[in-house]
């Protein structure tokens, strides 16, 4: 089993940028990818990133978010930036191995206008 455990959600300003942390334990061999889903409401993928580096991101947030991640720390990272109203919701990080996918217990990002 893998557990997931996220950080670094907040209130900020138009234009702030915030990052968002996913500390990973548990079974991470098992892990084929990973990445950050956003409810606000409806549910859309954010950012997405395999175990070989490769990197998927939604329309709307291409060339202002950044995933990355830091195998030495089990740790993958959503760098926001040039934030939007829009980008408020409640953000959810998922590891995915096989069929089996495993979510942390989100955090809330609030971007005020």
């Known amino acids: 089993q893998v557990q997931l455990v996220e950080s670094g959600g907040g209130l900020v300003q138009a234009g702030g940028s915030l990052r968002l942390s996913c500390a990973v334990s548990?079974?991470?061999?098992?892990?084929?990818?990973m990445g950050w889903y956003r409810r606000a409401p409806g549910s859309e993928l954010v950012a997405a990133i395999t175990?070989?580096?490769?990197?998927n991101y939604a329309d709307s947030v291409k060339g202002r978010f950044t995933i990355s991640g830091d195998n030495a720390k089990n740790t993958v990272y959503l760098q926001m930036n040039s934030l939007k109203p829009e980008d408020t919701g409640v953000y959810y990080c998922?590891?995915?191995?096989?069929?089996?996918?495993?979510w942390g217990q989100g955090t809330q990002v609030t971007v005020s206008s």
């Open positions: 998922y590891a995915r191995g096989g069929l089996r996918v495993s």
């Open positions: 548990g079974s991470t061999f098992s892990i084929n990818d």
């Open positions: 175990r070989g580096g490769s990197t």
